[in-house]
């Protein structure tokens, strides 16, 4: 990943510009957190857009998280 990969997730992850163009921070997420959203959305919308196979979205529900 390159610095500039990084430094895009970092500022994702920290907030975002409003309609304005001003910088607002988001609340802290915990890993666990965002993990349950990925798995009840993000996982969810792969599927139902073909991009993801029910059987490889159950594989990775199935992976033990470490946060």
Known sequence: MSDEERYRI????E???DLAGIFRRLPRLDGSRLAEIFAGEGLE????KGLLSQEKAERVLSWRHTF
Do not use: H
Not at 10 to 13: F, V
Not at 45 to 48: E, H, N, P
């Open 15 to 17: 907030g975002g510009m």
């Open 45 to 48: 919308l792969l599927v139902d």
């Open 10 to 13: 970092d500022t994702l992850t």
